[in-house]
């Protein structure tokens, strides 16, 4: 089984703090993806990476960069939180244009 | 780029009745996705789908590549399968990035 992994579940932080969302995933999928979900909006996509080291933005990628050093990981790194950062992240791997398997999100409060 | 439309956007039924969510979408693709999201939950794929129909239990998948249609059934629903269904495809042709559906909040009271 695929397994995405997430490094917390929960996350409080402050304004202005750099923050550091990481995903993990086993199954050496090429392509991983990290989304933002709020009330309302649905999935947003936020970077999409297709290799290591290369990234695409995505709808929202505003305050927001990534990093991809090795192919398992992906992080996701809020330079300066701000209050509407305020989220549920999910983490996405796939391969190809098969399944997509989700980690189990990071839900993030900025003070 | 691909939109998706589902609906209906929320749905309340009692236990045992069977379920009906739509999904349409405006450019051909190869596949679709129906994924399932219980409250306070991660995000589970259910289908995957590129032709025809696809049964996993009581979950019965159906598309119409020709209507760029498709539709979820739940059969004898449980209160268990409350939760919010997404439909996704790609955003265009062969693309790695999906767009999703807004979801269908489904709610079955027992």
């Known amino acids: 089984d695929v397994k995405v992994t997430q490094s917390s579940r929960y996350l409080v932080k402050r304004t202005g703090e750099k923050v550091f969302l990481e995903c993990v995933q086993d199954?050496?999928?090429?392509?991983m993806f990290w989304y933002r979900q709020d009330p309302g909006l649905g999935l947003r996509l936020i970077y999409f990476?297709?290799?290591?080291?290369?990234?695409e933005k995505g709808d929202i990628p505003e305050g927001y960069s990534v990093s991809r050093e090795k192919k398992e990981r992906f992080s996701l790194i809020l330079e300066s939180a701000s209050t509407n950062q305020t989220s549920m992240y999910l983490c996405?791997?796939?391969?190809?244009?098969?399944?997509?398997?989700f980690g189990p999100g990071t839900r993030l409060l900025v003070l | 780029k691909n939109e998706v439309e589902q609906s209906p956007q929320n749905l309340t039924a009692q236990e045992g009745e069977f379920i009906t969510i739509n999904c349409s979408y405006s450019?051909?693709?190869?596949?679709l996705h129906w994924l399932q999201q219980h409250p306070g939950g991660g995000i589970v794929s259910l289908f995957m789908?590129?032709?025809g129909k696809k049964k996993h239990g009581r979950l019965i998948a159906t598309i119409n590549i020709q209507e760029k249609h498709s539709s979820l059934h739940i059969t004898a629903s449980h209160p268990r399968d409350s939760a919010v269904y997404i439909c996704?495809?790609?955003?265009?042709?062969?693309?790695?990035?999906?767009?999703f559906g807004q979801g269908t909040r489904l709610t079955i009271n027992p």
């Open positions: 996405a791997s796939r391969e190809g244009e098969e399944t997509q398997y």
């Open positions: 199954m050496d999928h090429e392509n």
């Open positions: 990476s297709y290799d290591v080291k290369m990234k």
């Open positions: 450019v051909g693709i190869s596949a």
């Open positions: 789908l590129s032709s």
């Open positions: 996704a495809v790609p955003e265009i042709q062969g693309a790695q990035k999906l767009v």
